[in-house]
């Protein structure tokens, strides 16, 4: 099946750590996106990289960081830095470089600090 | 900067009714506006792509417009059903091939 996947699906972090949450996607597509989303929010865009070795920061990119060493795959780590991680994190992908086209969305994982 | 509403945050309807949910934008230099359902604790689904070129889209018991001059679209869902409760989130694609949200309609339909 082709689609975008997400690891973990929930994930609990101590303060002081960082984690990294995993996208992959097998849908052979240029660009990438990680968002946030606080409860009864919208989505906020924190990176996207539309190339391979490419990324780009979003609104929210404080305290994150990303990787793009492979096509399918966008890491994105949640740094100690990020005072108030807590949240729905959520990866997309789209087919063009160009971005505008539709965003395929993965399941999402949940972050929580302890 | 763009910003993106949505009206109204909630709504509930009993099954059966026809309903329409809003959104505005105040950037008109926008190249689509996507309408996407969310699950509760779920990822997104695309349900309709419209071109800045277009007026509207249908898929089903579903219809967009968009007037981009005004800096509106409208979600139109046709005979509802107890299956199409959930969040629906509009998003504009403007420059720099970033998606801008609002925050969402959540749609609740009684049985």
């Known amino acids: 099946d082709g689609g975008i996947t997400q690891s973990p699906k929930y994930l609990f972090r101590k303060e002081g750590q960082n984690v990294t949450l995993s996208c992959e996607q097998n849908?052979?597509?240029?660009?990438m996106y990680w968002y946030r989303q606080d409860p009864g929010q919208g989505l906020r865009l924190i990176y996207y990289?539309?190339?391979?070795?490419?990324?780009q920061k979003g609104d929210i990119a404080e305290g994150y960081s990303v990787s793009r060493e492979k096509k399918e795959s966008f890491p994105l780590t949640v740094t100690s830095a990020q005072k108030n991680p807590t949240a729905f994190y959520l990866c997309a992908s789209s087919m063009a470089a160009s971005g505008i086209d539709t965003q395929y969305f993965g399941p999402g994982t949940r972050l929580t600090v302890l | 900067k763009q910003e993106v509403t949505q009206i109204p945050a909630a709504l509930s309807v009993p099954e059966g009714e026809n309903l329409v949910l809003n959104c505005s934008f105040t950037d008109s230099a926008i190249y689509n506006l996507q309408w996407f359902r969310q699950d509760p604790g779920k990822g997104l689904t695309s349900l309709l792509l419209i071109q800045s070129s277009q007026r509207e889209q249908t898929s089903g018991r579903l219809n967009a417009s968009l007037d981009k001059s005004s800096g509106r679209s409208t979600l139109y869902i046709a005979a509802s059903q107890p299956g199409d409760s959930a969040t629906y989130l509009c998003?504009?694609?403007?420059?720099?091939?970033?998606?801008?949200f609002g925050e969402g309609t959540q749609l609740t339909v009684n049985p």
């Open positions: 849908l052979n597509h240029d660009a």
């Open positions: 990289s539309q190339i391979v070795n490419d990324f």
């Open positions: 998003a504009v694609m403007s420059s720099g091939s970033r998606l801008t």
